[in-house]
């Protein structure tokens, strides 16, 4: 889980950053406004994505998302970028999860066929 969402996270850093260019030169927030929420928004998805094992991670990035959609008031285009990409973090923890499941599974089958191996000689 943790390759798929943070993939997710570091396309997100790019999109927030280019969203606060959009926004200097669009809207009639302040400047320092803009790269206070846009900065934040950034540093979050990188930290996030070396905390994704940990409690709560999931949750944040999905605070995240929320906050991504939210940014369409004011750089409209993010409305769609953020619904893209709140799509992509359920796609990453999703399937995340059922291939750390897999991976877990054959682990375990592995190791057991390898236990009864060694009881046979």
């Known amino acids: ?10 396309g997100e850093f790019f999109v927030i950053g280019f969203a606060g260019l959009v926004a200097m030169q669009t809207s009639d927030v302040g400047t320092a ?14 930290l996030l994505c070396g905390m994704l094992s940990r409690p709560g991670a999931v949750a944040v990035g999905w605070a995240l998302q929320i906050g991504l959609v939210a940014g369409g008031l004011v750089v409209p285009v993010m409305y769609v970028l953020g619904v893209v990409f709140a799509a992509l973090w359920w796609a990453s923890v999703h399937f995340g999860r059922k291939v750390d499941a897999a991976r877990a599974r054959f682990a375990e089958q592995t190791a057991a066929s390898g236990a009864g191996a060694a009881d046979a000689v």
């Open 1 to 10: 889980m943790r390759t798929l969402c943070a993939s997710t996270l570091i």
């Open 33 to 46: 406004a803009i790269w206070a929420v846009s900065g934040t928004a950034m540093a979050v998805s990188v």
